[in-house]
Structure formats: structure tokens, C-alpha cells
């Protein structure tokens, strides 16, 4: 499996302020997406990470929120913009090798927004 | 719409007992499933995964889980916990049909070794 790797592992932050994480794969992947896990809850997809093209995002999240960048296949930005306490949680990234292939995770970003 | 239950929040167990933490889904078809597991402050492993064939799947740390369609679930066991099971454990769903992108997980289960 793919090792991956966050920057940074925690952060404390500001409201009103960003803050951009990085997800660095040691290998080609075809697929990254990031999740949100909320404090206490379960992981929830915030969007796919598509190389060379907007990031498709599900339901509830945006991209003026959450803008996403992948400019090569090994390497993925998240930014949480204009925080808020409630932006207060784990963000994960995930990767995998192609269709049908299992989801392998990276060691998450704790963020915790004052 | 797609789900994924686990009924329990919270279990606790003695080193050396044994465990079974349930999962249950909502799916249309049959779907891929899932054990991930989480220790604190750390990203999420892969314990063992079902996408067809033998419906008692072994994983790694001496884990297995078994698919039974009839009864839409997929519980995880050890014959013998230890102390470094501690951790939070979540079950995935993903959509089949070669589609592993789209993966929902359950609430988790939390999971607490005495000595």
C-alpha cells in the first residue's frame, strides 16, 4: 500500500483565517479525496481531488470553503478558508490505485479554530 | 438511501476475551465492505475488506469479519483481545461494481481493554 503523509499534523488557528494542508503520496495514485471527521463523529467525503481539474465535491460542502488543488499524482492541497470554530476537526486524506482498489488513509490534520 | 449502522458506541472488554463488534448496511446491491480501525491521535488502517467470494474474510492483527447477505451485515471478531486492540473501529460501505470511491462509514465503536 501507498505511504502518505500530512502537513501539518495540528494546528491551531484563528477564526476568520485559512489554512492550507498538504497530502504527499510516496507512489502514483489515480484517486485522492479528503474527509472530515467531526470531534466524536464518523468520516464524512468532502470531495475528490481530481489531477489537472476542479475537485467534484458531494453534497454540503463547496469549493469557496474548501478549495482543493492536485497538480500531480502524487501530491493534493486542501484549504479550510475563513474558519470557524465548527471548522474545528480531523481532516483526512485517502488514496487509491485505480478503480475497485481499497481506500488507504493518511495520519489525518487535527485542526482545532479559536 | 445507503447506510451503515453500528449498534454499539461503546464496548469494553478484558484482555483475553473475545469481541465481536457489529456492522450493519443498507445497500441496493452487494456492496464492498469495510473494517477500518483508529488509535488515538492516528489516521485510519485497513483491517480486512469483502468485495466477493469467501464470506469470512481474514485481516490483519488476527481479526476476521463475515458477510452475511441475509442478515445485511458484517461483524468483526478476535478470539482474544489485547491490550493494544484499544482503539475505535469503523465500518465502510462502498458501492461495488469495481467502485470503491464513494465510501460511507458508520458511526464507529469505540473499544476499551482492561487488563
Known amino acids: 500500500s501507498a505511504v502518505i503523509s500530512q502537513k501539518p499534523s495540528r494546528d491551531i488557528c484563528q477564526r476568520g483565517t485559512s489554512l492550507t494542508i498538504q497530502c504527499q503520496v510516496d507512489?502514483?495514485?489515480?484517486?485522492m479525496f479528503w474527509y472530515r471527521q467531526q470531534p466524536g463523529q464518523s468520516l464524512t467525503l468532502i470531495a475528490t481531488?481530481?489531477?489537472?481539474?476542479?475537485?467534484?465535491?458531494e453534497s454540503g460542502f463547496v469549493i469557496d470553503k474548501f478549495p482543493i488543488s492536485r497538480p500531480n499524482l502524487t501530491f493534493s492541497t486542501l484549504t479550510v478558508s475563513n474558519m470557524s470554530p465548527e471548522d474545528s476537526s480531523i481532516y483526512l486524506c485517502?488514496?487509491?490505485?485505480?478503480?475497485?482498489?481499497?481506500?488507504?488513509f493518511g495520519p489525518g490534520t487535527r485542526l482545532t479554530v479559536l | 438511501a445507503q447506510s451503515v449502522t453500528q449498534p454499539d458506541i461503546h464496548i469494553t472488554v478484558s484482555e483475553g476475551a473475545s469481541l465481536e463488534l457489529r456492522c450493519n448496511y443498507s445497500?441496493?446491491?452487494?456492496?464492498?465492505l469495510f473494517w477500518y480501525v483508529q488509535s488515538p491521535g492516528q489516521g485510519l488502517q485497513l483491517l480486512l475488506k469483502?468485495?466477493?467470494?469467501?464470506?469470512l474474510v481474514q485481516g490483519i492483527k488476527g481479526f476476521e469479519a463475515e458477510f452475511k447477505r441475509s442478515q445485511s451485515s458484517f461483524n468483526l471478531r478476535k478470539p482474544s483481545v489485547h491490550w493494544s486492540d484499544a482503539a475505535e473501529y469503523f465500518c465502510?460501505?462502498?458501492?461495488?461494481?469495481?467502485?470503491?470511491?464513494?465510501?460511507?462509514f458508520g458511526t464507529g465503536t469505540r473499544l476499551q481493554v482492561f487488563p
Open positions: 485517502s488514496v487509491t490505485g485505480g478503480q475497485g482498489d481499497t481506500q488507504y
Open positions: 465502510a460501505v462502498g458501492p461495488g461494481g469495481y467502485n470503491t470511491d464513494k465510501l460511507i
Open positions: 469483502y468485495f466477493s467470494g469467501d464470506t
Open positions: 445497500y441496493g446491491a452487494t456492496p464492498y
Open positions: 481531488a481530481n489531477q489537472g481539474s476542479e475537485a467534484t465535491y
Open positions: 507512489s502514483q495514485v489515480t484517486m
